[in-house]
């Protein structure tokens, strides 16, 4: 199987009867709510996922299998609700169709909270946070600081759909933006010389300096924006919402998302 694709391991095998039993247990999940009734009748929590995130939902080549935090904790999720989970391929450019389309029920990959996805979705409380990065060629002398980016004749390469593309088409004043849409397509550009700069957050950075020493990551100023990274469900499920919340709070408070974040080398993202 294409794990890319598809994905989808069992957590428990329970009858419904035994599902219902427990989601009792836990008053969030309001058996009034469709969504849950759903879950629960197939057995299964479908969550949109971007499997070309380091760190957070990663499809890893070497293995065949999908590793990160929000993998982890989407199991701890469908755990709760005693289904299996099973992982469905999506992007930040069709997270939100794919929500209001009904392909899933939650999409589990540090979503940026924006003003611009809050009006085709809902999201849950924060869980973590990213400042913003620049990844330029090591040897780029023209960039060598955050400020040398939007400067004329510099190309600077966002990929559609995320939370950089909004803002750089805002913020930029003089480089041009080059918007692209696929996987591994900033990197291509950025090697080929046809780029000057990607924007990428703080997972994503880490891997690319890992694996490419060629590449070099320029932090954004402190008074930059620090993104907020959610789950999104879609619009009007108060109930699934109040779920979701209850499920963030515990993973939090319980040292669960803390313990998570170290396995995933994601400590300076946590937030309160």
Known sequence: MNMALAYS???????????????????????????????????????????????????????????????????????????KVQFVPSSHAEFASDLSEDRCDIAMFGIAITPARQQRVDFSQPYLASAMYAAVRSRNSRISAWQDMDQPGNLVIVQQGTYFENLMKQQLQQAKLVIVSQPQEREAWLKAGRGDAFLTDFPYGKQLIRE?????????????????????????????????????????????????????????????
């Not at 836990?26 to 009034?32: C, D, G």
């Not at 759903?38 to 760190?55: A, G, N, V």
Request: hydrophobic share 40%; aromatic share 8%; glycine share 4%.
């Open 9 to 83: 391991k069992p957590l428990c095998t329970l009858f419904l009867s035994s599902a219902l039993g427990l989601a009792a247990t836990l008053p969030a999940f309001s058996m009034a709510d469709n969504r849950q009734n759903d879950i629960l009748s197939r057995h299964e929590l479908r969550t949109c996922i971007w499997p070309q995130y380091y760190s957070i939902s990663y499809s890893n080549p070497k293995t065949g299998e999908l590793e990160g935090i929000d993998i982890d904790l989407a199991h701890e999720l469908a755990s709760r609700l005693g289904v």
């Open 212 to 272: 490419n020493d060629w590449i070099s990551l320029l932090r954004a100023p402190d008074d930059s924006p620090r993104f907020q990274y959610a789950y999104a469900i879609a619009k009007d499920q108060p109930n699934w919402l109040a779920a979701i919340n209850q499920f963030v709070s515990d993973m939090k408070s319980s040292g669960k998302l803390k313990q998570l974040a170290e396995k995933h080398g994601l400590e300076p993202m946590l937030i309160p």
